[in-house]
């Protein structure tokens, strides 16, 4: 039940993990139906997953019970605004002291309220929002002053990803790298692509 997920998420908390087994980034959606967007799959533009897991190796935690295998790791969950807004609460709220360091919150609708929400209860943790949807974007970007939010176009969970490892590449020199590698096989793949229209 929820409930138990809420129970749960304190108890983490209360933990004091080793850096080492906790996740690294949280991601947050609105609804399974965001899944394909935030995640990514067959048939789909590449989401957070193909981002984190493929590009960059993280793994994907799903057992807390034990130190995952891979340095670093992300977590999964669904979490409605309007449908649970204790357990969005309670993500938020306790994320920090469960070792997450950065979030990627994605919703769509016209009132995507969870990335904002989540970003004003976590704080100062750093969020990144995905609009799921086009007109998602002005919910999702839209904070007053004093009240920020990391935002990115909709759909675009892939460089929501990027942007959390950015985040975390500023402790983990190893995360540096794994960036910098990808963006060099962007460039060679430009280049390749360049090469084949013109016979260089
Ligand atoms: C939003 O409403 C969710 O993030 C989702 O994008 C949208 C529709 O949700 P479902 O009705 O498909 O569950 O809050």
């Known amino acids: 039940s929820v409930q138990s997920i809420i129970d749960q998420l304190h108890e983490q908390a209360e933990m004091d993990l080793p850096n080492e087994a906790t996740p690294d980034v949280g991601i947050v959606m609105g609804s399974d139906s965001d899944l394909p967007t ?68 994605g919703a769509g609708g016209k009132s995507a309220d969870l990335p904002n929400m989540t970003a004003s209860i976590a704080y100062p943790l750093p969020v990144i929002g995905v609009p799921v949807q086009e007109k998602s974007v002005d919910s999702v970007i839209g904070m007053p002053q004093g009240a920020p939010i ?32 990808y963006h060099r096989g962007l460039q060679e793949d430009v280049g390749e692509v360049s090469r084949d229209l013109h016979e260089m």
């Open 150 to 181: 990391t935002a990115v176009d909709a759909g675009k969970s892939f460089n929501a990803a990027l942007t959390a490892a950015q985040i975390l590449s500023r402790e983990h020199t190893e995360i540096r790298e794994r960036l910098v590698d």
């Open 38 to 105: 935030m995640a990514g799959g067959k048939g789909k533009r590449p989401g957070a997953y193909a981002a984190l897991a493929e590009e960059l190796g993280f793994e994907e935690q799903t057992d807390y019970t034990e130190a995952p295998e891979s340095r670093f790791t992300f977590e999964t969950f669904v979490v409605s605004a309007h449908r649970t807004p204790d357990l969005m609460y309670a993500y938020a709220e306790t994320a920090e002291a469960r070792g997450i360091d950065v979030i990627i919150a």
